[in-house]
């Protein structure tokens, strides 16, 4: 186990000095503080993007035209629940006491009746999944974000999920329970159909996001900021607010003011004599 976490973190510490190094021979004209290593991470970007057009859409593409949606759902659903016990083990660092035993209530439905993963059973008695992953672990144990990083093949990122995602990529099963060349490729090709079948569920965003981008760097900067944020934000939720606000300059009860009495019925009118006949 020491191993594979040390493994992890040398190889995602390598592609953080190599972003480093390179930051040394561009310019930094167009740097904002958030992202000194921007002309970098634009060729990285342009790397990422020649090589999903070459390569990985086509792929995610055949993918989804083969296999039918009910199939590639049982696979998702497979890949999510590999997942689980590196999140519960996340959900413990974290103090996430609650998610931790949703976590491993949802891996122990699933893996026994849903067989094997392939059905979110747990879903079905209101357990769905909770995050985890060691990059917010860091965020939760008070570790800054860090520059903006554009990583080879795996996208958006930025200093601190990078050392988390290399920690992750050899916590996560079956890899990690198998020793030597075999685990290694194992957690490779199980990798490997993830991302696959995440990136033909986002062929058509994708798609979206390019047209709609007059910076397709910047906009897609933006978006990955937003939503990693969004994650991160039951991290360190704040205390629920009370349903409802109370005045603290009010007495602690305050008697209900008396109602008005209802009014009483008119009278009903003398009905109107009948004519002689």
Request: proline share 10%; aromatic share 8%; hydrophobic share 40%.
């Amino acid at each position: 186990m020491r191993k594979l976490l040390r493994a992890g973190w040398i190889i995602l510490a390598a592609l953080s000095c190599i972003e480093l190094a390179g930051c040394a021979t561009t310019s930094g004209g167009r740097a904002s503080p958030d992202d000194p290593l921007e002309p970098l991470n634009r060729s990285v970007l342009d790397v990422n993007t020649a090589l999903d057009n070459a390569v990985i859409r086509p792929v995610a593409e055949f993918y989804r035209d083969v296999l039918p949606p009910y199939v590639r759902d049982r696979i998702r659903s497979m890949i999510d629940n590999l997942t689980e016990p590196r999140i519960f083990a996340n959900d413990l660092l974290q103090g996430r006491i609650n998610a931790a035993g949703i976590t491993f209530a949802r891996f122990a439905i699933n893996s026994t009746f849903g067989l094997a993963g392939m059905f979110d059973v747990a879903r079905e008695h209101e357990l769905p999944q909770q995050s985890g992953d060691f990059g917010e672990t860091l965020y939760a144990w008070g570790f800054d974000e860090g520059p903006y990083l554009m990583l080879l093949f795996f996208g958006p990122s930025n200093l601190r999920d990078t050392f988390g995602l290399g920690v992750d990529l050899f916590t996560t099963p079956p890899g990690v329970f198998l020793s030597g060349n075999s685990g290694f490729w194992i957690g490779v090709g199980v990798g490997t159909v993830g991302g696959m079948d995440l990136r033909s569920r986002n062929i058509e965003t994708l798609d979206q996001i390019v047209a709609s981008s007059l910076d397709y760097y910047a906009h897609l900067k933006s978006i990955a900021q937003q939503h990693r944020r969004a994650q991160l934000r039951h991290v360190r939720e704040p205390a629920q607010e009370p349903a409802e606000l109370v005045d603290p300059g009010q007495p602690d009860a305050v008697p209900p003011a008396p109602e008005p009495p209802a009014p009483e019925p008119a009278a009903p009118e003398p009905a109107a004599p009948e004519p002689p006949k």
